[in-house]
Every structure is written in structure tokens, then in C-alpha cells.
């Protein structure tokens, strides 16, 4: 059974930093190219960052240089720290996992989501 299992939001305030991370169980994780993807009220899925099973990696424009992307193939797991956090980037995150593109469609696995507020 496949499971993505996200953790480490909350709420802080604007310029703060936090790391969320995805646990990955039921699926060979290190062949398997992961995404974050964030959605806030009213506006349609975005892709934040993705990794690539051999770790290339890409990051939106609008977190570029903020958020960084990662992941521990060994602990079947995939980060995203997430710098100098602002008001806009307040939303639900999802861990999702399939190929390396930025259409959420393009992926099989996903997790439930976890909030992410960041208050001014």
C-alpha cells in the first residue's frame, strides 16, 4: 500500500523558516522522482519544487532561492525547507511522487497535505 505521509507545518511568521518532510512507504522511492506541490483557497495546484531519482532538482520561480528541495533515498524520505517564508506562501502542501514534471497529473502518489500559515 502506498503511502506519503507529510509533516512540519504550521504557523510563523512572515520571514520565518520551516522544513517539511515526507515519509514515502508501499513504492521503490529511489526510482520514483518527488514533488511538492502547494495549493491555497481558491487558486488551482502549483508545483513548488520536484526531485528527480538521481536528485535534479528544480524549484518554482516564485520560491526560487527561498525553498530547497531534497531528499534521503536511503530513509525513503523528501524535504523541503522553505526560507524567508511570506504571506503568499501560505497554502496546503502536498508531497507527491511520479515523474519528473510539473503537472500534478504526471503524478501517481500523493499525500494528504499538511497547512503551512504564514502570518504577516
Known amino acids: 500500500q502506498v503511502q506519503l505521509v507529510e509533516s512540519g507545518g504550521g504557523l510563523v511568521q512572515a520571514g520565518g523558516s520551516l522544513r517539511l518532510s515526507c515519509a514515502a512507504s508501499g513504492f521503490t522511492f529511489s526510482a520514483v522522482s518527488m514533488g511538492w506541490f502547494r495549493q491555497a483557497p481558491g487558486k488551482e495546484r502549483e508545483l513548488v519544487a520536484r526531485?528527480?531519482?538521481?536528485?535534479?532538482?528544480y524549484a518554482a520561480g516564485s520560491v526560487k532561492g527561498r525553498f530547497t528541495i531534497s531528499r534521503d533515498n536511503a530513509g525513503n524520505r523528501v524535504y523541503l525547507q522553505m526560507n524567508s517564508l511570506k504571506p503568499e506562501d501560505t497554502a496546503v502542501y502536498y508531497c507527491?511522487?511520479?515523474?519528473?514534471?510539473?503537472?500534478?497529473?504526471?503524478?501517481?502518489?500523493w499525500g494528504q497535505g499538511t497547512q503551512v500559515t504564514v502570518s504577516s
Open positions: 526531485i528527480s531519482s538521481f536528485g535534479s532538482t
Open positions: 507527491a511522487g511520479g515523474r519528473y514534471s510539473a503537472k500534478a497529473v504526471d503524478y501517481n502518489y
